[in-house]
């Protein structure tokens, strides 16, 4: 596709219900990112993929949430038990190749989740 | 822990005035830095990115660097309302492929 694709754009779930975020890349882009901004906030890293190699979870903030990407496009991130606190937008962010250097990342319109 | 520094504003400039963004790190092993835009309710823009000591040059968009300093700055000329947004600053070390963003700086342009 011509971006990174993101759905859906707003979900309002009922705390302690489980949530998932799609996410398709960039054609082409290997490296995929999840990040969650909350309000008035930076951006938060939260899991990485690249190919096939095992994904850098470090910042996913419980193990309520989790993160599968499957024939190395499309990306889920699932979201256990819901808290009021998971309101935020999650952005998806694809790249080239390995993502460094001066590899840039581009990111999606992102998952408005407000849990209510 | 890396950090990115910003004042988060608001900045705010007068129509056709230079904007100047500051944004400090902490990492010195940051090699490549960026500059997105993000306007309300929207996803970050990619604007700018550098890597070597100096200036960058994009249209209206000047990106400064000095590693000695940990500094990098944006600077916006001829600054128009449409420039209103917040701007994130980002680092990346050598080799690696995260990216640490600062809180951003909101920028007000009056026309």
């Known amino acids: 596709g011509a971006g990174v694709s993101q759905s859906p754009s707003n979900k309002v779930t009922e705390k302690g219900k489980d949530v998932e975020l799609r996410c398709d890349p960039i054609?082409?882009?290997?490296?995929l990112y999840w990040y969650r901004q909350s309000l008035g906030q930076g951006l938060e890293f939260l899991i990485y993929f690249q190919g096939n190699s095992a994904p850098d979870k470090s910042g996913l903030p419980s193990d309520r949430f989790s993160a599968e990407r499957t024939g190395g496009s499309v990306s889920t991130l699932t979201i256990q038990r819901t808290q009021q606190e998971d309101s935020a937008v999650y952005l998806c962010?694809?790249?080239?190749?390995?993502?460094?250097?001066?590899?840039?990342?581009?990111f999606g319109e992102g998952s408005w989740l407000t849990v209510v | 822990q890396k950090e990115v520094e910003q004042n988060s504003g608001p900045l705010s400039v007068p129509e056709g005035a230079i904007a100047s963004l500051n944004c400090t790190y902490s990492d010195r092993g940051s090699q490549s830095f960026f500059w997105y835009r993000q306007y309300s309710g929207k996803s970050p823009e990619l604007i700018m990115f550098?890597?070597?000591?100096g200036d960058k040059e994009d249209g209206r968009f000047t990106a400064q660097l000095n590693k000695a300093s940990q500094y990098v700055s944006l600077l916006i000329r001829d600054s128009q309302p449409s420039d209103s947004a917040t701007y994130l600053c980002a680092a990346r070390g050598a080799g690696s492929y995260q990216l640490t963003f600062g809180k951003g700086t909101k920028l007000s342009v009056i026309p």
């Open positions: 054609s082409g882009h290997t490296a």
């Open positions: 962010a694809s790249s080239l190749q390995s993502g460094t250097g001066r590899n840039t990342i581009y």
């Open positions: 550098i890597y070597s000591n």
